[in-house]
Each structure stands twice: as structure tokens, then as C-alpha cells.
């Protein structure tokens, strides 16, 4: 009997204790505390039921139903106080008793964002999207080769953080009285004597909005957002083409009366520069580009094209060295073009690429083109001994290039002797 009276004496402490564990709950997904505002709450729930939306790359439905769940009982000043004192059975009895509906939670989502259902539905079942917005971000081709994570900011227009989008100051929101939350009036236009017309027209009290504000928000002066930076970070893979698109989704232009839309950026290859920093400067700089393949050009002297015995070292785009030479007694023609495979761009196959020293397959070619640069004189001592060597080896091995190519002999004109 001793035991069963202290079981029951203790039984109202551990519901106590279990009730004001479970009170956390609803605000830990949330990711507030117990004395979270209003404000607070809505501001925890605008953040995570758009992460969490089945229809974003970032969804997750159970975590969406949760948050939307947790938010539709703690906005509630009933449903958030029995919750507080008698934990979730106590919500959970309150509902059954009728103290409260269950509600689709796509439908809370709509009205919170200003409609409907899911991103992009269409007629009245989605949320109303706000435009698209694109921007162009600048990449030195190392950028391309490499891979890098390269941060910006923009400007965009953003839900003001001071009236949680509401336009007012203190919170007070009122339904206009001359549409009476309709956000359209009717008018009457006569025609003709007893004839007369009705046209619906957007309230020009509330602007189709349907309420109006007493107390205007000082910091966005009624109308919800302001202008403001944003910081993001875009993701150029290995190999990536020139102008590809990457998607921000719901990145653009906030509103609360709508879902925002999605921030493409475009990746442009910039303009080279020489760097400054000297261990940093890479030949690859002035590298041409064209799909999966790279273009050098390499300027030869003419003893050099004539005789070899010549090595280059040239640094590409990652630092490591491609060694172009010829043996002595190699020519090089001018304008040839020499092709070295596997160091080219990287092969971008769905952001997938091998690293270089893997599998030269996974990398473009580097086209290598030759120009020989002739000296624009030479001093007299230096002409004559080149003319003479010419003129033995012409003699005795030479070809003309004019008889040989079949064409007419030029006609020399005899002299007049008068």
C-alpha cells in the first residue's frame, strides 16, 4: 500500500516533467525559444517552409508538414497555451474536443506566401510566383580549368525585416472600407439615358490589396520591402562552358504577397589579365578557349625555326609545365599548328570530371600554333655571309619555286639601247 500511495503521489510530478519536455518540441523544430514573439515565429516558419518545400531541390515533406505543423499551433494564442501547460496530449485533446480544425498544410503555406498548393501550379492551386532574375558573373578561364567556389552580391529587392513584411508599424493590419477586403469596386458608367454599365476596377484605396495600414512602416513606408544586398556563392566546376546557366531557386525578388522567383546566373569567361602577384602568373592566362580545347600561340626567331635546338617550358592554367622543343636540325614551319592531348580543358560530363593525372580522355587538346618572327636587318657582314651560303647551297641543291610551280615565266622587257 506505501508503494502504490508514493506511485501516486509522484504520477503528477512526471506528467508535469513529460508535459514541460514536450512543450519544447514544437518550438525546437521551429528553432526558437519557449518566449519566442509573434514575430519570431513567423519569421522561423517564412525561413523553414520555404527550405523544407517538397517542390524546391532543397525539399524534405515530413520536415515541411512538422514546421507547418509546429507554426499552426504555436500562432495560435489558444492552441499555444494549452500547448505550453499540457504538452502535445493536451493540444491533441483540445483538437479532438473540437477547440480546432485540422488544416492542408499547403493552404497555410499559400495564404502565409499570398496563395495556393504548390511552386509553379497554375490557375488558382499555386503559389503566386514573383519574376525570374538573371545577372552575369565574370570568370577568368583559370576558374574554368581549376573549379572554384567564387562569392558576389547583388541587389535585390527584400522583405523588410522591421514590419515582417507587413507595411505597418505596429502591427495593425485593417480591411479597407471602401472594398471591403475585395481589392475591386464596382462602378456604374451611363451609356445612354437608363442604360448603364458596370466595370470592376482595382481599389484605388488599398491598391487591390484588400487592407490598409493606419501606422506605415518608417523603415519601407508601407509597401512591405526594401532594396538591399545579398551575399551568395556560385559553384564553377572543372570544364564548365562559357555562359552556363546556374539556378538560385526562390532568390529573386522578394514580396510577401508572392513566392519569389528564381536568380539564374550566367558564368562568363572575362577578359585576361596578366596577374600581379608573380607566383600566381601562369601562361595559361592568355590561353584561347574554344569547347573542350585550348589555343597557344608561340613565337619562334628565325635560327630557331631554321635550326631547333630550343625548349620551352609553358605553364598552364594549374601551374603545372608543358615542354614544347625541337632537337637540333627539327624545323618548324611557320603557321604550324601542333596538337598535345589530354591538356586541354576538362571534359565536363554533368559536373562530373576525373582529375588531370588520371585519364588524359577526360581533358580537350592544346593546339599550339608557330610564328617565326624574321629580323628586319641585318648588319652587312651578316647579309653577305648568308647570301653567299644561300647562293652555294641554291646552286647546288636548289629549286626554283617559280619554275617548279608550273606557272608562266615572267616576260623581260629588251632594253632600249637608243
Not at 95 to 108: L, M, V, Y
Not at 211 to 238: F, Y
Not at 376 to 388: I, P, R, T, V, Y
Request: aromatic share 8%; hydrophobic share 30%; proline share 4%.
Amino acid at each position: 500500500m506505501l508503494l502504490l500511495r508514493l506511485v501516486s503521489n509522484l504520477l503528477p510530478i512526471f506528467a508535469f516533467i513529460t508535459c514541460s519536455l514536450a512543450a519544447q518540441d514544437l518550438y525546437r523544430i521551429l528553432g526558437v525559444d519557449k518566449s519566442a514573439s509573434d514575430r519570431e515565429l513567423k519569421k522561423a516558419y517564412r525561413t523553414l517552409s520555404k527550405k523544407y518545400h517538397p517542390d524546391k531541390a532543397t525539399g524534405n515533406n515530413e520536415k515541411f508538414l512538422e514546421v507547418t505543423e509546429a507554426y499552426e499551433a504555436l500562432s495560435d494564442p489558444t492552441s499555444r497555451k494549452i500547448y505550453d501547460q499540457y504538452g502535445h496530449d493536451g493540444l491533441n485533446n483540445h483538437k479532438r474536443g473540437g477547440g480546432a480544425q485540422h488544416h492542408d498544410p499547403f493552404d497555410i503555406f499559400g495564404k502565409f506566401f499570398g496563395g495556393g498548393g504548390h511552386f509553379g501550379g497554375g490557375g488558382g492551386s499555386g503559389v503566386r510566383r514573383g519574376p525570374d532574375l538573371e545577372v552575369r558573373l565574370n570568370a577568368p578561364l583559370r576558374d574554368f580549368y581549376n573549379g572554384r567556389d567564387t562569392d558576389f552580391t547583388i541587389e535585390k529587392q527584400l522583405i523588410c525585416e522591421t514590419c515582417e513584411g507587413s507595411g505597418s508599424a505596429d502591427g495593425q493590419v485593417e480591411t479597407c472600407t471602401k472594398c471591403g477586403g475585395r481589392g475591386a469596386v464596382i462602378q456604374k458608367h451611363m451609356l445612354a439615358p437608363g442604360i448603364f454599365q458596370q466595370v470592376q476596377m482595382q481599389c484605388d484605396q488599398c491598391g487591390g490589396q484588400g487592407k490598409s495600414i493606419k501606422h506605415k512602416c518608417k523603415v519601407c513606408g508601407g509597401s512591405k520591402v526594401v532594396r538591399g544586398p545579398i551575399s551568395l556563392t556560385a559553384s564553377i566546376e572543372k570544364g564548365m562552358p562559357k555562359g552556363h546557366r546556374i539556378t538560385f531557386e526562390s532568390e529573386a525578388d522578394e514580396h510577401p504577397d508572392h513566392v519569389a522567383g528564381n536568380l539564374y546566373v550566367y558564368i562568363m569567361e572575362a577578359e585576361p589579365v596578366l596577374h600581379e602577384d608573380g607566383a600566381q602568373r601562369t601562361d595559361g592566362a592568355f590561353f584561347r578557349r574554344k569547347g573542350d580545347d585550348l589555343y597557344w600561340k608561340e613565337v619562334l626567331s628565325l635560327r630557331e625555326a631554321w635550326m631547333g635546338d630550343w625548349t620551352r617550358n609553358l605553364t598552364h592554367l594549374d601551374g603545372h609545365v608543358v615542354q614544347l622543343s625541337r632537337k637540333r636540325g627539327e624545323t618548324v614551319q611557320p603557321g604550324l599548328v601542333e596538337s598535345i592531348r589530354g591538356e586541354g580543358m576538362p571534359i565536363y560530363h554533368e559536373g562530373h570530371v576525373h582529375e588531370h593525372s588520371h585519364d588524359h580522355d577526360e581533358f580537350g587538346k592544346l593546339y599550339v600554333e608557330y610564328s617565326v618572327i624574321l629580323p628586319d636587318q641585318m648588319d652587312s657582314g651578316m647579309e653577305k655571309e648568308f647570301w653567299a651560303l644561300w647562293e652555294k647551297w641554291r646552286k647546288k641543291k636548289g629549286v626554283d619555286l617559280l619554275k617548279d610551280s608550273g606557272r608562266p615565266l615572267p616576260v623581260v622587257p629588251p632594253k632600249d639601247e637608243l
